[in-house]
């Protein structure tokens, strides 16, 4: 039997960081994964081939809209292959698994394909799709097997016309009208992709805005913004029912007032949230205990009731992201290594991939009155940068909150052109405690969006922005 320091099951970013990471620190390490392609939901069929979409449809939408305005004349009409984009799409995805498999085979991690389930607290087994079933054992396991899209108790899931975002990223066609139930960030961003294309978009939201658990004021923008762009939205709008009729999607919904909508579309994509994956790994054989919402108990370590089992990303508690779960994945790694680590959850950044991109850190303004603390704002518009007119993507804003007394930056959200990347400053700046006159003493380099963050700083520091 082949025996391990660590054995990880799953290679989604937390598992096949951790395997990495084990094995930096010296330990033979083995990763378990049950698909024949490593990198998880993230790579295969999430933030990789979600982004590839998002950009090419981006780029065909700029040919169409904006090409003529930069003095770019484009003779005969501009086509979409849909095929050929899905193609290239699955290109950067193969491309990057096999990236993961040789960063296994450079760091000389043993990868077993096949579903792994404990047998006891020391032992899987391991179930490929084709052969026997083989068992090794490990002296610490990382459970690391990620989450699966959730659905609504009344919804059949047929993946053919009522699809989850797997399927919405593999289409064969462009939707007449796809109607997305739920206005969270993967809802929008493949609502912004098929709008893009062509389809008519239809995003029905339980809640009185769409991405809720981001700042207000992102949430308003982005709305404002993605009306401009032609998409719907019914806001405060209960599904109660949907119904496939040949290939046609029979969405029935209750407003706030209880006044019944029906809606028809050729596709519905349910996009209400993703739910932690345990199916299948037996984790009552080695008494590891689950939540009430079916996560990985553990603890501020992230080790479960039993000592030498840990949990990581989405299978435990916390925002489901693909960084986080690495800066977990990292972290275990490192206790088990006997070191002592540290996350500061409040400064995992969250970043919607629409464009403008959204990005936030840190407190909301909602969460900053709900505890009582007293903080000032300061907000500085895209459209007031000589690089947002220079490249006509002048919707969005920073703003920047900082507490009253001590000046300390406690939250920063933004809307604009670069904004997934302009968020690293902020999360650096907020690591190290800076106040918001710290971050409008740094020089920005001009033409740039990130002068916006300076701006924003300004504003929040003495009400003194310089360009508005």
């Not at 990471?21 to 083995?30: E, F, I, N, P, S």
Request: glycine share 8%.
């Amino acid at each position: 039997m082949n025996q391990y320091d660590v054995a990880v099951i799953g290679s989604g970013p937390g598992g096949y960081v951790a395997a990495i990471r084990c094995a930096q620190l010296g330990m033979k390490t083995a990763i378990i994964e049950k698909y024949s392609t490593l990198g998880g939901t993230c790579l295969n069929v999430g933030c990789i081939p979600s982004k590839a979409l998002l950009d090419s449809s981006h780029h065909y939408e700029e040919a169409i809209k904006h090409f003529e305005d930069h003095g770019i004349e484009i003779p005969g009409e501009i086509k979409i292959n849909l095929e050929k984009m899905i193609a290239r799409k699955q290109a950067v995805v193969d491309q990057t698994t096999k990236g993961i498999q040789f960063l296994m085979d450079k760091n000389k991690i043993d990868v077993f394909e096949g579903k792994g389930s404990f047998k006891d607290n020391t032992h899987i087994t391991i179930e490929p799709s084709k052969g026997q079933p083989q068992t090794i054992e490990a002296k610490n396991i990382i459970i690391a097997t990620g989450s699966k899209p959730s659905t609504l108790p009344f919804i059949k899931l047929d993946k053919e016309r009522v699809i989850t975002s797997t399927e919405a990223l593999k289409l064969k066609e462009i939707p007449a009208h796809m109607i997305i139930i739920g206005g969270g960030v993967i809802g929008l961003e493949l609502g912004q992709v098929y709008k893009r294309l062509g389809s008519e978009v239809t995003v029905v939201e339980y809640m009185d805005r769409i991405i809720p658990t981001m700042d207000a004021a992102l949430s308003k923008e982005l709305l404002k913004v993605l009306k401009k762009q032609k998409v719907k939205f019914l806001l405060s709008h209960k599904v109660k029912s949907v119904e496939r009729k040949k290939n046609e999607v029979i969405i029935k919904a209750d407003d706030k007032k209880g006044v019944e909508v029906i809606l028809k579309g050729d596709y519905c994509l349910v996009s209400v949230g993703r739910r932690p994956y345990t199916d299948g790994l037996n984790a009552e054989a080695a008494g590891v205990q689950l939540d009430d919402m079916g996560r990985v108990a553990v603890n501020n370590n992230l080790q479960t009731n039993i000592p030498n089992i840990y949990a990581i990303g989405d299978v435990v508690k916390g925002a489901m992201l693909a960084h986080k779960a690495e800066e977990e994945g990292t972290m275990v790694a490192e206790i088990i290594a006997g070191q002592k680590p540290h996350i500061d959850y409040n400064l995992i950044p969250g970043v919607v991939y629409t464009w403008p991109e959204v990005a936030s850190v840190g407190k909301t303004e909602e969460e900053l009155k709900e505890a009582g603390v007293e903080y000032k704002s300061g907000q500085f518009p895209m459209r007031a940068l000589g690089r947002s007119r220079a490249s006509m993507d002048i919707d969005g804003f920073v703003k920047i909150l900082a507490d009253k007394k001590t000046d300390e930056v406690l939250g920063v959200h933004m809307i604009g052109a670069r904004c997934a990347d302009l968020i690293a400053e902020a999360v650096t700046a907020m690591e190290f405690r800076a106040s918001a006159e710290d971050i409008s003493r740094m020089s920005h380099a001009h033409p740039t969006y990130a002068e916006a963050v300076k701006e924003a700083a300004l504003a929040a520091t003495d009400d003194r922005a310089l360009h508005i």
